[in-house]
Nanobody, 118 residues
């Protein structure tokens, strides 16, 4: 049973920072893709950032320059450092992993709420 345990969400003022963490209990290392998605009420879930086992990363245009994704392969952990937060970043953030290249099998975390408000 694969589990993704997320932490780090909360309430922050505009311009503030938060760091999200996701630890995957998976009996393999070098997970192919680890990433974060978010969903706000009335909107579809969208990709925020993802990082490949090679270390290369991609970001949504809306967070480029403000968010940084990183990973610790030894611990199967992915982090999302969020700076200069805006009210429009308010959403439930979900961790996602795709363990193997060429496979569509993926796993999701339970979600963590991020609220940006004064």
């Amino acid at each position: 049973q694969v589990q993704l345990v997320e932490s780090g969400g909360g309430l922050v003022q505009p311009g503030g920072s938060l760091r999200l963490s996701c630890a995957a209990s998976l009996g393999i290392f070098n997970i192919f893709i680890m990433g974060w998605y978010r969903q706000s009420p009335g909107k579809e879930r969208e990709l925020v950032a993802r990082i490949f086992s090679s270390g290369s990363a991609t970001y949504a245009d809306s967070v480029t320059g403000r968010f940084t994704i990183s990973r610790d392969n030894a611990k199967n952990t992915v982090l999302l450092q969020m700076n200069s937060l805006k009210p429009e970043d308010t959403a439930v953030y979900y961790c996602n992993i795709r363990p193997r290249p060429g496979s569509t099998i993926e796993y999701w975390g339970q979600g963590t709420q991020v609220t940006v408000s004064s």
